[in-house]
């Protein structure tokens, strides 16, 4: 099913913006961003916070699993990484939150590359096995330090605007105040969520740029056949371990914005199987292989689930159930329906709709 109008040369194929279309899209979301912590209350304000980090650690496993075909279980271990690294350092070393985020991400990008070899030989199952692993040995290395750690109990994540911690603020870091600025008054999470748009839609840049290059064609060939892509000229070996470094980076940096916003984090939960099968899941709604899916898959079940939450809470099973159980039960259930009825996800749904709207009124 084709994506987008035919292109001829090159200088249409790497065009950010296909038409007109795609430019009033990006606008109008660029809106609606920018105004909803002055639209949303406290609650719906935080939920748009967490769906940005869901955002980035979504975009970081679709270049690891869409772009490359390596299916990792293992997500959850890098997130970790990256927010013990915010932790610490912020912590212990009282580093700005600004030089936090990226050490979180290259703290994981060295795991991943050190990873990246065992998909030279492994794939399918038995490479989700080997990532499946990675996260019981993070969180063993984890509590066998609970003087940085904080072991079982966990450690709070300060947030530094500075390299020293400034007299008087909060132990949680300086960034915690509220701000005032031209008469309006800023809040901690107002403040987050704006950095948070800033670095998600960074990520979802060069996503799409990675897909775009010739590290992503190159990902994406050895992901429909390795052997053909060799034939070709790739090197299937340097294509998977920069998949594993790149996805591992970005999934850091997912980790540290979730330690930032949660502001006290410890190992189990949330640093679990259960956050890497909900990251795949959102990948698998939105669409495997595309940004767009891991934008949409993030947004669906992070800002759907308080909706689903709160609408099957009078169904006569399911009110037995927890609120977070109903919630996965229900989009468990969805993911097995697009698997089965829509393999393209919520990607698939938008390319329908828009040929329909291209050759209507035809129905070819």
Not at 169 to 174: F, K, M, R
Not at 280 to 303: E, Q, R
Not at 313 to 327: E, F, H, K, N, V
Not at 335 to 354: A, D, H, M, N, T
Request: net charge neutral; charged share 10%; with cysteine.
């Amino acid at each position: 099913m084709p994506t987008r109008p035919l292109v001829t040369s090159y200088k249409d194929d790497s065009r950010l913006f296909a038409d007109i279309w795609h430019k009033i899209a990006w606008t109008l979301a660029l809106v609606v961003l920018v105004a909803w912590p002055f639209m949303a209350s406290a609650r719906w304000l935080t939920i748009g916070t967490q769906t940005l980090v869901a955002v980035v650690g979504a975009v970081s496993l679709m270049i690891l699993t869409g772009f490359a075909g390596q299916i990792s279980l293992g997500h959850a271990a890098f997130m970790a990484i990256g927010a013990y690294t915010v932790a610490v350092a912020g912590h212990v070393l009282h580093l700005p939150f600004w030089l936090g985020i990226p050490m979180g991400g290259f703290a994981a990008a060295i795991v991943g590359l050190a990873v990246g070899p065992f998909a030279l030989r492994l794939r399918g199952l038995y490479l989700a096995l080997v990532t499946l692993g990675l996260i019981p040995i993070v969180a063993h290395i984890l509590l066998s330090f609970p003087e940085l750690t904080g072991g079982v109990s966990g450690i709070s994540v300060p947030m530094h605007t500075g390299f020293s911690a400034v007299e008087g603020a909060s132990s949680l870091g300086d960034m915690t105040a509220a701000w005032h600025v031209a008469g309006l008054e800023l809040s901690f999470q107002t403040k987050l969520y704006f950095l948070y748009l800033g670095i998600a839609t960074a990520v979802c840049l060069a996503g799409v740029n990675i897909s775009r290059s010739n590290t992503g064609r190159a990902m994406m060939a050895v992901r429909d056949s390795d052997l053909a892509a060799e034939a070709l000229g790739v090197n299937p070996a340097k294509a998977k371990i920069m998949a594993f470094g790149i996805s591992s980076f970005f999934a850091g940096v997912a980790g540290a914005m979730y330690a930032f916003e949660q502001q006290y984090i410890t190992i189990e939960p949330p640093f679990d199987l259960h956050m890497s099968v909900h990251y795949i899941s959102m990948i698998v709604i939105g669409g495997v292989g595309t940004i767009f899916g891991a934008v949409a898959g993030a947004i669906t079940l992070v800002m759907l689930s308080p909706l689903v939450e709160t609408l099957t809470a009078g169904l006569p099973i399911l009110s037995d159930l927890t609120s977070a159980q109903r919630s996965t039960l229900v989009f468990s259930v969805a993911v097995c329906g697009f698997l089965i009825f829509e393999p393209l996800g919520l990607f698939g749904i938008y390319l329908r709709i828009k040929r329909y709207f291209l050759t209507w009124p035809f129905r070819y």
